[in-house]
């Protein structure tokens, strides 16, 4: 299923959404597939969360469940189960082949309040042009360096009020995050915008004639579906 | 006139915070209302951090029973982190309501829950962040009314300076009745202003206006009277008791946090109140008498709350919940209920006895067996009369028996140090007890990995308890006791690596104690460490003793007291004690006889099985012991 985490919900971390995900599993009576151990979990695959403080019109996971469901009635008793904020936008029952294997790149957009057009546009021209952006990350084993520019297929200046930035980036392991392309406008432009920006990611799936596809479109073929309430 | 959201202003200050989602409110059991629908609105606050404070029964149950009613606005805030307080400062955000996000200098009235006394300083912060004057008097009728309410307001005097009012006992009745009162003063245009609507609160003995009240000291630095300062202020100060629990099934709809908590589960009380008697213990003194909620309440309220918050974990709570009367019908029904479900059930604390093994039996049917908690409280059978905790050495190894009998690998034994006539003899009677637990263990289950857990606290003498007069163990003391015990322990090859052994310096406890039995100059000490920078000192890692330590010296320069004269020392019969004036229903001579008692090891029975004996609570309150069985059983639930 493809849901959104919008508004205040973007301050949740991921595991502050699994946790509120699968009481909502519970209160919509979702016939859920259970680990067997210790102390059994409903069997949810969360795929390529989005950081904290990043709200998302794309997040995918996928739930087993015992028995075969109506996918529009699962996705709106779980979209009124989950708090405001958590919106199931897409649910279909899973074809064959990996969902994993479909979300290849995501597309982001940074919205930069008060920031000068001219100056993100600049930056922007500055970060396409370098032949590498190598930007820092702090892990537990040490500091790593990254190429931001390597994994960037498309970026562009798409709005001036607030200024706006839709990078696409393919994913790698590991992943570059919207943060690490602020770092590498800062690193190429000397940009610093005058507040931390907000981010969204707006999709993810398959790159293909610069889009990108609707990594839920081969489940479709053939099987039900639920499309839901888009672009809410 | 609307009152405008902070969110704006707030959200660009979240990205720089840890833990951002437990400012945002959004949880489901919320209950968003529109503000110029009410005529009277309250902010409740819970004074620590909102992982801690989004669990407390007592706020959710009166968020609950406020915003049920038309025309009335209730919404929740926290303790900010001192990450968030400095950013607020630096931006101008005032303290808000995480509900709309409201600043809680807007509401008529700022309602605080005060478990303990450790939130004392994270009051003051909310009320400065709140651009509220700490001191009551310098409040106008622009301010809220600061409302103080929860166990540790059974002695407020240490922060009498800083709030205007003080609700003793259940809140539920108590809350509406403000409310009504706060609604009628309003409507009629708020005759007398701020004063005009404390003394309509004060006037019938139901709510304390500390600054209606003076306090006269002796030379020597006791107490010489408490006395009201105007006309109309009743003398003594009652506590609420609400009678019929099944007409209060509160929480319905459980707020379901976002942000983990400490804990993640849906909690129904069984029953208030508790005479078991244990002479420590100040909750079970000031919420006597016992009353129960039905077997068919509780299971309403345990389907309904799960339904409508998704917990996968239920607790049963109380002072002591193996004393329900129907507590086995309970713990059945419940366990047929929700077998196969994954909803675990939880019976918080335990009594020793056999019957306990049995119950905890039946609630891990559905779940994990991990351990068992016992808390026999004091280390040696004499000690154990002292503070009147009846069970006998083989009591406990019976009981702990049966449970290695019936498959349990691990028990947790609670325990305290310091407390009164204690002797280095009685805390190393624990090593003795626990080593027999492991021998029984060992014997029973014919196994070697048999665990014992020893955790100890330190004992700290509460108001309206029989130890209010008692002189509270120093923390030298109670560490040097503690550290023999560790090494008592360690010493026994045989059974050291099975016993692990938890307890706390003593350090804290000592500054717990200058507050629970504090008077007002110890409001100088809390402001002093507040305006020194002391935040969240229930919290390990931000409390710092020595400031504490080095405050109380400034703020009682020229005294003739100190920490000392407020902790260590013994009160006689005849001291003015600083809450006095405030009644909890317990005889004041009857609580003397019973420090008599103890310190002559004298045990006293539970007037729920024996004659009263006469503490006083039920004739002075009004109330009566509320106990069953109804016969009731629990059905299955039909299948939606």
């Known amino acids: 299923m493809r849901f959104a985490k919008r508004g205040r919900m973007r301050f949740t971390s991921h595991r502050d959404f699994q946790r509120a995900f699968e009481r909502a599993l519970r209160r919509a009576h979702v016939p859920m597939a259970f680990s067997h151990g210790f102390t059994p979990h409903p069997k949810v695959s969360y795929l390529g969360a989005s950081p904290t403080g990043a709200a998302s019109e794309a997040e995918y996971l996928e739930v087993s469940v015992t028995q075969e469901c109506d996918p529009e009635h699962i996705r709106s008793a779980l979209d009124e189960a989950l708090p405001d904020g958590f919106d199931v936008v897409d649910l279909v029952i899973a074809g064959p082949g990996a969902l994993a294997d479909r979300l290849q790149v995501s597309s982001w957009l940074l919205e930069m309040g008060g920031a ?108 039900a579906s639920a499309p839901g309430r888009r672009g809410e | 006139m609307p009152v405008e959201s902070l969110f704006a202003q707030l959200e660009p200050l979240l990205e720089q915070v840890t833990k951002p989602i437990q400012y945002v409110g959004g949880e489901l059991g919320s209950t968003p209302k529109d503000w110029d629908d009410a005529d009277v609105r309250w902010a409740l606050m819970y004074p620590d951090a909102y992982e801690v404070g989004l669990p407390n029964q007592g706020v959710q149950i009166l968020y609950e029973v406020l915003n049920e009613q038309p025309r009335v606005l209730a919404e929740r805030t926290y303790a900010v982190w001192p990450d968030l307080e400095r950013l607020m400062r630096e931006h101008g955000v005032s303290q808000f309501t995480v509900d709309a996000h409201r600043p809680v200098g807007a509401f008529d009235l700022l309602g605080v829950s005060f478990a303990t006394e450790l939130g004392y300083t994270n009051l003051l912060t909310a009320l400065d962040l709140a651009g509220l004057p700490l001191e009551a008097v310098a409040r106008t009728d622009e301010h809220p009314v600061v409302v103080a309410g929860g166990h540790a307001a059974f002695n407020p005097e240490p922060i009498a300076e800083f709030v205007d009012a003080v609700v003793l006992g259940d809140g539920e009745e108590v809350v509406l009745a403000i409310n009504e009162v706060v609604r009628e003063w309003k409507a009629e245009g708020c005759p007398g202003g701020r004063d005009g609507l404390l003394e309509r609160l004060a006037a019938g003995g139901g709510v304390y206006v500390p600054k209606f ?177 009846m069970v006998s050495e083989d009591d406990l190894i019976r009981t702990v028996s049966t449970a290695f009998g019936h498959g349990w690998r691990q028990v947790k034994l609670y325990f305290m140090c310091g407390l009164p006539t204690e002797t280095d003899e009685d805390v190393l009677a624990i090593a003795d007890l626990a080593k ?106 931000h409390f710092l003793y020595d400031r504490w330590l080095r405050c109380a010296e400034q703020a009682l320069a020229g005294e003739p007291v100190d920490l000392a004269w407020f902790t260590t020392r013994e009160r006689d019969r005849d001291e003015v004690l600083p809450w006095d004036h405030l009644d909890s229903g317990l005889d004041r001579d009857w609580l003397w006889e019973d420090w008599q008692d103890a310190q002559d090891e004298i045990e006293l029975d539970d007037c729920r099985w024996t004659p009263c004996f006469d503490c006083g609570v039920c004739p002075q309150m009004g109330t009566e012991i509320q106990t069953g069985p109804t016969g009731q059983k629990l059905l299955p639930l039909s299948v939606v």
Not at chain 2, 493 to 518: A, D, N, Q
Request: net charge neutral; aromatic share 6%; with cysteine.
């Open chain 1, 116 to 223: 000068d057009v001219a100056t993100v546009t600049d930056a922007v021209d500055g970060f396409l042009a370098a032949e590498s952006v190598e930007v820092r990350r702090r892990t537990k084993n040490g500091t790593r360096t990254l190429d931001a520019r390597a994994v960037l297929l498309h970026g562009d200046v798409t709005g001036d009020d607030p200024v706006a930035v839709t990078a696409v980036i393919r994913h790698e392991s590991p992943t570059v995050r919207p943060d690490e392309i602020m770092a590498g406008l800062r690193l190429v432009a000397g940009f610093e915008p005058p507040a931390p920006p907000r981010v969204t990611r707006l999709a993810q799936g398959l790159w293909s004639n610069g889009a990108i596809d609707d990594p839920l479109a081969p489940d479709r073929v053939g099987g």
């Open chain 2, 213 to 389: 009240y003076d306090v006269d000291y002796l030379p020597d630095g006791r107490i010489a009277r408490v006395v009201p300062n105007r006309a109309g202020v009743p003398e003594r100060v009652h506590k609420h008791t609400v009678m019929d629990l099944d007409q209060w099934p509160y929480p319905r709809k459980p707020l379901v946090p976002l942000a983990e908590t400490v804990h993640e589960r849906y909690s129904v009380e069984i029953f208030r109140g508790c005479t078991r008697g244990c002479r420590f213990c100040q909750a079970g003194m000031i919420t006597r008498p016992v009353r129960e909620r039905s077997i068919e309440t509780i299971g309403d309220m345990v389907q309904t709350g799960v339904e409508n918050s998704g917990f996968t974990e239920v607790g049963l709570l109380s002072l002591s919940s193996a004393d329900h009367s129907e507590i086995g019908d309970i713990a059945k029904g419940l366990a047929d209920r929700y077998e196969g479900t994954n909803t675990s059930l939880s019976l918080p604390s335990t009594r020793v006895d056999a019957f306990n093994v049995t119950l905890a039996d039946e609630l891990s049917r559905n779940g994990r067996r991990s351990g068992l908690t016992f808390a026999p409280e004091g280390g040696s059978e004499r000690l154990r009369k002292v503070i009147n905790k």
């Open chain 2, 436 to 541: 027999r637990v492991i021998a029984a263990g060992r014997e029973v289950s014919g196994r070697r990995d048999i665990r014992c857990t020893v955790s100890i606290g330190g004992f700290v003498p509460k108001p309206h308890t029989p130890f209010q007069w008692a002189g509270q163990t120093d923390h030298e003391v109670v560490d040097d006791r503690l550290h023999k015990l560790r090494d008592a322990v360690r010493s026994d090859r045989s059974y050291g690596k099975s016993i692990g052994l938890r307890y706390h310096e003593g350090k804290p406890s000592m500054i717990e104690g200058l507050l629970s039995r504090g008077d007002r100059r110890v409001g100088r000490i809390v402001r002093e460490v507040w305006e020194d920078g002391g935040r969240f000192d229930g919290w390990g890692e």
